[in-house]
């Protein structure tokens, strides 16, 4: 291995690790135990296993990687992994995301006071939660209904909407449940509720937009339709690209690249969710990684821009800077399966995704949960059961498409308790 060539991926998937072997790049992986697989430890060059959301942790494993091998560049595409590869871009002076950035896109209460400072157009009223009496002070002074979640958790997880004062005492509860049961549910186990952030409710519809920056310069790939349902905040489908007029889309990208400039992001993949409503163009978070839920493969077949192999390569060289926004073929959409019970039970049978991944048309096809699991009624991302991933001509045709397929062939049953 050489230092210039050299890449320390932290948390990397398989698919993180082939992208950057395909780029011919040698790799240091720094892996948490849960997440550990054998095939990881065949593409890396040395692989190291630590608890990279403790920074104590993962510190001495990066020093010594550094003073062994040598690595131009940090990289980390999932959530928990981020805040400590910014601290190793610091540490080393390494190009690349700083820790006070990722902080600010971490912590969303954070992305809030510095959203204010600036004056930007996307902000909305924030407080953190101290305790119940401050969630009728917040409604109080902001209005009923608004919205209450982790600073720094995903997947829609812990996220309640106040819709009235008499809705306090139970998302009080459900908060101090949540706070108090350790890592949490899915997010891959590695988030503990502590902080929470209370927000005023932004109106409209959903999206998220997919972006790569470059010098600071912030071309955006996709404005992505989002689906979900009333009574909770789970995602239930995307849809690229976005069915919306050009107006729309045209202050939906012009608001992500204010944001993004606001926050200091100059570089690498970033996935930002806004809502448009009657304010216009509300920042709900950002993150600087590649979107989940199977965004980029829809970018990917729309666009034909591989999100991750641009992530990898950017820092090196290895892949020319995009110019423009680039055109869309044809349209893309992912739709998640909710639990067919509408309540609690167990999974006792799952079939048809042969049949469907043996369609040209499926992008993916994944079952979600494992006969015998036990399963709820949706309240965030990690209810769902399954999804399926299509092309289509349009939009409309890949949604229109998903939707029969699991419908028609895609059988999950579930027997309630």
Not at 383 to 410: F, H, M, S, Y
Request: proline fraction near 4%; aromatic fraction near 8%; include cysteine.
């Amino acid at each position: 291995m050489t230092p210039e060539n050299t890449v320390l991926l932290v948390g990397a998937t398989v698919k993180v690790l082939q992208a950057a072997k395909a780029h011919g790049l040698s790799v240091i992986l720094i892996q948490h135990k849960n997440k550990f697989t054998p095939e990881q430890a065949e593409l890396a060059d040395a692989t190291l296993i630590a608890d990279y959301t403790d920074w104590a942790a993962v510190r001495p494993q990066a020093e010594a990687a550094y003073e062994r091998w040598g690595f131009a560049t940090a990289l980390g595409l999932t959530d928990p992994a981020l805040d400590a590869v910014a601290r190793i871009n610091d540490l080393f002076g390494l190009p690349g995301t700083s820790y006070e950035v990722s902080r600010l896109l971490r912590n969303k209460f954070r992305m809030r006071q510095r959203l204010a400072e600036a004056g930007a157009s996307t902000v909305i009223g924030a407080r953190l939660l101290e305790d119940r009496q401050s969630l009728f002070e917040f409604g109080a002074e902001f209005g009923y209904p608004f919205v209450v979640k982790p600073t720094d958790a995903a997947a829609s997880l812990g996220v309640f909407r106040v819709a009235t004062p008499s809705d306090v005492d139970d998302v009080w509860r459900s908060l101090e449940a949540l706070r108090g049961n350790g890592p949490a549910r899915g997010c891959g186990g590695l988030f503990t509720v502590t902080e929470v952030v209370m927000e005023e409710y932004a109106d409209g519809p959903e999206f998220s937009v997919e972006s790569f920056s470059f010098g600071g310069r912030h071309v955006v790939l996709s404005v992505t339709e989002k689906s979900t349902s009333d009574g909770h905040f789970a995602e239930l489908g995307h849809t690229v690209p976005a069915r919306i007029d050009r107006f729309r889309e045209n202050r939906i990208v012009g608001a992500t690249q204010e944001f993004l400039d606001t926050i200091g992001l100059t570089d690498g993949p970033s996935h930002t969710e806004i809502k448009f409503g009657r304010r216009g163009p509300v920042v709900i978070e950002s993150h600087n990684r590649i979107g989940g839920d199977r965004i980029h493969d829809l970018v990917e077949a729309v666009y034909g821009i591989d999100l991750t192999h641009y992530a990898i390569g950017w820092p090196f060289g290895l892949v020319d800077e995009l110019r423009d926004r680039p055109k869309a073929v044809g349209g893309a959409a992912v739709r998640f399966v909710e639990n067919p019970a509408g309540t609690e039970g167990t999974v006792v049978s799952i079939d048809g995704f042969d049949e469907l991944r043996s369609r040209s048309e499926v992008i993916a096809a994944e079952a979600l949960v494992s006969v015998g699991d036990e399963v709820r009624a949706v309240r965030d991302n990690n209810d769902r059961l399954a999804l399926v991933a299509a092309t289509g001509p349009t939009g409309d045709a890949a949604v229109k498409l998903c939707e029969e397929l699991i419908e028609n062939t895609l059988r999950i049953q579930v027997v309630p308790k």
